[in-house]
């Protein structure tokens, strides 16, 4: 079993930056774990929404139109985390953010929740304006 725990989240102004983390245990990660970690967002009102996703390998990312250029996953298979940098925060980012995890040796991207097996608890990022 894995858990994953988020964390970083908060209350920011629009034009400014946060960096989530998700870190994840129960499950030992050597450098042949081959996964895809992934961040949503779910805004009040809202469906669920992809965000970001990282390969085990970190040299390949995916992103939504929405946070391209704005946002930066990265990994740190040492730490068993992923990070989420948010810059140029606007307030339409507000959400709860999620991470999810999903083994795979697979090289297409998941962007839909029901595709990753282990999720956060999420974490509350607010925007004002």
């Known amino acids: 079993q894995v858990q994953l725990v988020e964390s970083g989240g908060g209350l920011v102004q629009a034009g400014g930056s946060l960096r989530l983390s998700c870190t994840a245990s129960?499950?030992?990660?050597?450098?042949?774990?081959?996964?895809?970690m992934g961040w949503f967002r779910q805004a009040p009102g809202k469906e669920r929404e992809f965000v970001a996703a990282i390969r085990w390998s970190g040299d390949s990312t995916d992103y939504a139109d929405s946070v391209k250029g704005r946002f930066t996953i990265s990994r740190d298979n040492a730490k068993n985390t992923v990070y989420l940098e948010m810059n140029s925060l606007k307030s339409e980012d507000t959400a709860v953010y999620f991470c999810?995890?999903?083994?795979?040796?697979?090289?297409?991207?998941?962007?839909?929740?029901?595709?990753?097996?282990?999720w956060g608890q999420g974490t509350q990022v607010t925007v004002s304006s």
């Open positions: 999810a995890l999903r083994f795979t040796t697979s090289d297409r991207w998941y962007r839909g929740g029901y595709e990753y097996a282990y």
């Open positions: 129960g499950r030992t990660f050597s450098r042949y774990t081959r996964y895809v």
